[in-house]
């Protein structure tokens, strides 16, 4: 089997489980977090292609991430995460050309799934994100400018107080225009996240 494609489905099943997950989490208690609650959080994204893979070259990345998060239960959350500025550097002629600098945006929505045992103080947390990117310029350089950006990835976060909750995560971040151009030479990263959630009052 092609690897885009094997890789097309890894993506489809972490949706997968992720919409499992949410048709059987377990129902909200009173001593839970209610409904509808808001989380915001702001966070530094980088991290580093896999090996020269497939002959596109080293790739590093980097964004400040701003992400809106609702309580769907006392597991699941929804999210919304935004990328406002997306920067990718790689070779201009792969593998090993002159390196260029692409600047790009990203919108995605996703699903956390939190969990362990409710009585551990750090809390234990996956979610799988999708959604459509914009580049200035191919990404990689014999891609398409637009692709979608597909994120999954583990973290843990540590409460102080009732609100503030520093945390630290790591993510799988694949860049694909999933064959709607000519050529689909994706692009697979590995990435860390460190950042901050705020648990917004209920009004």
């Not at 092609?2 to 001593?31: D, E, H, K, M």
């Not at 239960?73 to 995460?81: F, G, K, M």
């Not at 102080?160 to 689909?184: E, M």
Request: proline fraction near 8%.
């Amino acid at each position: 089997m092609p690897v885009g494609r094997i890789r097309a489905a890894s993506v489809l099943a972490g949706r997968a489980f992720c919409l499992g997950v949410l048709c059987a989490g377990p129902p909200l208690t009173a001593q839970d977090r209610p409904f509808g609650q808001q989380e915001f959080r702001v966070f530094i994204a980088a991290g580093q292609s896999f090996h020269n893979e497939e002959g596109q070259g080293f790739a590093e990345f980097g964004s400040p991430v701003v992400q809106w998060g609702r309580f769907l239960s006392r597991r699941v959350d929804a999210l919304v995460e935004c990328h406002p500025l997306f920067v990718v550097n790689q070779p201009r002629l792969p593998p090993d050309g002159e390196r260029e600098r692409v600047e790009a945006f990203a919108v995605d929505v996703g699903l956390r799934w939190n969990f362990g045992p409710e009585a551990w103080r750090p809390k234990l947390y996956v979610e799988v994100l999708d959604g459509p990117y914009y580049a200035l310029r191919r990404v990689p350089a014999h891609g398409t400018a637009f692709n979608f950006l597909t994120r999954a990835g583990a973290g843990i976060r540590f409460p102080i107080g009732k609100a503030w909750h520093p945390f630290v995560q790591y993510r799988w971040v694949h860049i694909s225009n999933a064959g709607i151009g000519r050529f689909n030479p994706d692009r697979d990263f590995h990435g860390l996240l460190i950042g901050g959630s705020l648990v917004l009052p209920d009004r």
